[in-house]
């Protein structure tokens, strides 16, 4: 069974930041791309960031320079750095791991932490 473990959600004012975390199994973080995709109410879930087993990110066209994923080999843990934020990143984030394209396995989400940007 592989578990997701995510934490750092909560409030913040708009303009504030704050960091995600996400800790995978040391089984499948090496052969897995991490992300993050988000979920606000009454919309569809979206791509927010995406890392690569070899380190290589995507974002979102919504992102623009705000956020950063980055992957601690070490700990098996992805964050997500947001700055900068917006209303309208209210969401619940979602840690997601996928196999990389040269391995074999399963697709694995969080249970999402909940991101709420309000004055």
């Known amino acids: 069974q592989v578990r997701l473990v995510e934490s750092g959600g909560g409030l913040v004012q708009p303009g504030g930041s704050l960091r995600l975390a996400c800790a995978a199994p040391?089984?499948?973080?090496?052969?897995?791309?991490m992300g993050w995709h988000r979920q606000a109410p009454g919309k569809q879930r979206e791509l927010v960031a995406e890392?690569?087993?070899?380190?290589?990110?995507r974002y979102g066209d919504f992102v623009k320079g705000r956020f950063t994923i980055s992957r601690d080999d070490a700990t098996n843990t992805v964050y997500l750095e947001m700055n900068h934020l917006k209303l309208e990143d209210t969401a619940v984030y979602y840690c997601?791991?996928?196999?990389?394209?040269?391995?074999?396995?399963?697709?694995?989400w969080g249970n999402g932490s909940l991101v709420t940007v309000s004055s």
């Open positions: 040391l089984s499948i973080f090496s052969v897995y791309d």
């Open positions: 890392i690569s087993a070899a380190g290589t990110t």
């Open positions: 997601l791991a996928e196999p990389s394209a040269w391995y074999d396995g399963a697709t694995y």
